[in-house]
């Protein structure tokens, strides 16, 4: 298990613009599954059949991850962007990023001392540059482009039972797909692993999939914000680290399926699996876009801090419950 | 003095010594590394009381000395809570909003732990909350990932943990301010070993400049120097409203005004101008908020210069720096140095007790 994620998270892939993660996957899972192909939209599916007798189950995990695009080449060389997917800007001054393939800047700010007033509110994207080190515009467009996509430069590192990366929204749930794949769970049901693109600028890659595949239900597989930080009373908190998966009843738009989310809570308490329920309802997921395409949805998730920014923490046994959670899950055949 | 050793490049240099981290008042592995790559130039190293690295090459004229601070900004844990997140405060100016989701290391006694700065997740912010940069009340570090964690205390120092990069004779890289200035000094060293001079030199690295402490000062007094050139960076490529902009890549900027000597000054820039080194002009018509300010009134006075290399982003977690800005500040200094006597001649000339022909 976890053999795939530090590799998962270290790929730029920011939405439009997955094609090394899918890449990485694919390879990975060759010879693996029983068939395998990438649709329209670049969506990546693969099916796993089962004995014959059950449903068809779809996991979806994301590859995109949020990151920035390359608005315009300034005459002193820096470069304008834009975020692609939502990210604060309060989260990435400072910090080191990847432009196209392996052009590398630093998102800069002026200094403290030159500040005016007001210097305490949230910058907007018109405010930042990225600085490549290029002197000139001309010199600048010798290394980039506009519409170069960009992304954080993060190490993957693991501290006790912790993760540190970049991107674990949703190279995490990935990861839960490989490792599940790795897994060849003995099931009647055809499970059909869909890596999907574009879920961070409007659950887009999805959309397509429901016309292509007739699949009774559909599993997202996430990351969901905890929260649990000194900013925020206990009661406030969304999920905790270390307390297992997250299981959805309710988010942005879309009332879970009530027999998937029954479903999901049964096999967790059946078999003395650490769960948690998802205590806020903000965020959105796929699943969202499984039901308005036709396929009743449920979502299972890695709680995790700090997304949407370079540096993003989940706990390991965490991931290891969602795994064994969704290996009972797909073993179900009644929904 | 070993003169035959591979010369030091400076890029190496720059990089090198902004991966040691030394924030004001803990600056002895920085000093430890500093007096390691100068002891081949000088003749004597030795610690002021106040913890600065003074080194001296010996000579028979003017003395001049040399001041960078080597101390940098930093964090201290202020409040601990008990599910494992900690409360920051500066040591140092620094702008929160270049500190969230960065990964930092918490210097404890037994050793240092990971820690990642957090803030509210956006998803979960008031629109009023949204449109604020949180401060360092709110703003905390997540130490949970170490099994250890209880080992951190309040006092404990806490760094960024980026690493510095090079890119065509450009520096990214943490601490700049004011390891940029540490190496021009130690650059000018090396020449100076090479560069026959009268000059006795005093190359001091200060501590706790960052909080306006008493590192250079102590400095100044210990080696009785005449003349003292404060090496620190300024702003590079931004425009002040009424101030000529001072260019990253076109060389050191040379202060004008009352903390520092005109005489002197007006020899720097000659130099510069016989040595073809490019230089900038920056007025400071009071106080530079530098070192500079304190070791003019040092003892019985100290004429003094200021030469500040350009840089960007400064109290960033990466600051910006020209390699060549750098090189060009250690041969001003260099040769500013090597040719002090001129100045003695000169200032002797113009009281009348050196006659023309003697």
């Known amino acids: ?335 | 003095m070993a003169n035959k050793q591979v010369e030091l490049k400076t890029n190496e240099l720059l990089l090198r010594l902004t991966s040691i981290s030394g924030p004001s008042g803990y600056e002895d592995e920085v000093l430890k590394e500093i007096e390691q790559i100068m002891s081949p130039f000088v003749d004597e190293c030795f610690r002021t009381p106040m913890g600065s690295l003074v080194c001296v090459k010996k000579g028979e004229g003017p003395k001049i000395g040399f001041f960078a601070h080597a101390d940098q900004i930093a964090f201290v844990v202020t409040k601990i809570y008990e599910d494992g997140f900690l409360r920051l405060s500066g040591v140092g100016g620094w702008d929160p909003k270049t500190v969230i989701s960065q990964k930092v290391w918490v210097h404890t006694k037994n050793g240092k732990l990971r820690g990642v700065v957090g803030f509210m997740p956006p998803h979960l912010q008031t629109t009023e909350e949204s449109k604020k940069v949180p401060d360092y009340e709110h703003i905390f570090v997540d130490v949970t990932m170490n099994p250890n964690w209880k080992d951190i205390s309040i006092g404990d120092l806490v760094t960024l943990d980026v690493e510095g990069f090079e890119k065509n004779g450009t520096i990214f890289a943490p601490a700049l301010d004011n390891r940029a200035s540490c190496v021009a000094i130690i650059k000018a060293a090396e020449l100076l070993s090479k560069i026959k001079t009268d000059a006795e030199v005093y190359y001091v690295f200060s501590t706790q400049e960052e909080i306006g402490g008493p590192g250079a000062r102590s400095g100044a007094y210990i080696s009785e120097i005449e003349y003292g050139i404060v090496i620190d960076v300024t702003h590079g490529d931004e425009d002040v409203p009424g101030y000529p902009k001072i260019k990253m890549g076109e060389g050191p900027a040379v202060a004008v005004g009352p903390v520092t000597n005109r005489k002197f000054v007006e020899h720097i820039n000659k130099l510069a101008g016989r040595y073809n080194i490019k230089t900038q002009i920056e007025p400071i018509a009071g106080r530079s908020g530098t070192d500079t300010d304190d070791v003019q009134l040092t003892r019985i006075g100290v004429k003094t210069a200021l030469i500040s290399i350009p840089l960007k982003y400064m109290h960033n977690p990466y600051e910006k720096i020209i390699v060549k800005d750098v090189e060009d500040t250690a041969k001003l200094l260099a040769f500013s140095a090597a040719h002090l006597p001129e100045i003695e001649y000169e200032e002797l000339q113009s009281t009348g007790s050196v006659k023309e022909g003697e």
């Open chain 1, 1 to 335: 298990m976890l053999k795939y994620l530090k590799e998962l998270t270290e790929i730029s892939g920011p939405s439009g613009n997955e094609d090394a993660v899918r890449e990485y996957i694919k390879e990975k899972i060759s010879g693996k599954v029983d068939e395998i192909f990438i649709d329209r939209m670049g969506n990546l599916i693969a099916l796993k059949k089962g004995k014959g007798n059950g449903k068809k189950i779809l996991l979806d995990a994301h590859m995109d991850e949020v990151g920035f695009m390359v608005t315009n080449i300034n005459e002193d060389g820096t470069l304008s962007f834009t975020p692609v997917g939502g990210v604060d800007t309060r989260v990435i001054i400072g910090k080191k990023v990847k432009i196209g393939k392996d052009v590398v800047g630093v998102i800069g700010y002026k200094a403290i001392h030159l500040q005016k007033d007001g210097y305490m509110n949230t910058p907007k994207y018109s405010e930042l540059k990225i600085d490549i080190g290029a002197k000139s515009k001309a010199e600048a467009e010798k290394q980039v482009k506009i519409g170069d996509y960009v992304s954080f430069i993060t190490s993957y590192e693991e501290q006790g039972d912790f993760i540190i990366a970049k991107a674990l929204d949703d190279r995490c749930g990935c990861s839960v797909l490989m490792d599940l794949i790795d897994e060849n769970i003995e099931r009647e049901n055809d499970i059909y692993f869909a890596f999907t693109v574009q879920e961070e600028t409007g659950l887009r890659g999805p959309a397509i999939i429901a016309e292509q595949l007739k699949a009774d239900i559909a599993i997202a597989v996430e990351t969901t914000t905890s929260g649990d930080d000194p900013e925020l009373e206990k009661q406030l908190w969304s999920t905790h680290l270390g307390d297992g998966p997250a299981i959805t009843f309710m988010h942005s738009g879309y009332v879970v399926y009530q027999t998937i989310f029954e479903k999901l809570v049964e096999t967790a308490k059946q078999l003395n699996i650490p769960f948690q329920y998802k205590m806020r309802t903000v965020g959105g997921t796929n699943a969202r876009r499984y039901a308005l395409t036709g396929i009743p949805a449920g979502v299972v998730s890695v709680p995790a801090r700090y997304i949407h920014s370079p540096v993003s923490v989940i706990n390991r046994k965490d991931y290891e419950h969602t795994v064994s959670l969704l290996k009972e899950f797909l073993k179900k055949i009644e929904f």
